[in-house]
């Protein structure tokens, strides 16, 4: 039995659905797919220390950054991002991409979604509150990356 929603968090031009929550796998996964519009930048890199993070392609091609290495997934395409690495992934391309992501143990939630949605929309279009939005992910074990310079 899964709690899979039919509701999409929207989270800039990401878009979240998940599929499995940590409740439906007594805590040992959550699972999510992620829509990532053509040309679209995305979170800004970060880490995670408590959880493994496993990127599975459906569609089109999400380019990903870890530890400074650049690594295209495409649909059938799969990497593990490991405990500590620094990450993150942008649509390069001109086609929207879709691809499923695992995190072990389950610790990610639409919690965290919802909540950067909230910081996101309180500026209307501005500039978002970096400092807040930090807050959020370190409440939520993700570990912003220091600004590339």
Known sequence: ??????????????????????ADSNGSASVFE??????????APHSHD??????????GTTTWTID????DISAGEALCIRRGSVHG??????EDAKFLAISTPGVMTPAYFRE???V?????????DLARIAEVMRRHG???????G
């Not at 039995?1 to 940590?22: D, N, P």
């Not at 992620?34 to 040309?39: D, E």
């Not at 408590?50 to 569609?59: D, K, N, P, Q, S």
């Not at 993700?142 to 590339?148: G, S």
Request: hydrophobic share 40%; net charge negative; aromatic share 8%.
């Open 68 to 71: 400074g290495r650049k690594v």
């Open 116 to 118: 950067i949605h909230e």
């Open 50 to 59: 408590a959880f493994e993070e496993t990127i599975y392609g459906l569609e």
């Open 89 to 94: 992934f942008d649509n390069n391309g001109t």
């Open 1 to 22: 039995m899964t709690s899979a929603s039919t509701e999409m968090i929207q989270v800039g031009a990401l878009g979240v659905r998940f599929l499995v929550e940590a």
């Open 34 to 43: 992620c829509f990532v519009p053509a040309t679209s930048r995305m979170p």
């Open 142 to 148: 993700l570990t912003p990356a220091p600004p590339a």
């Open 120 to 128: 996101l929309a309180e500026t209307a279009g501005g500039a978002p």
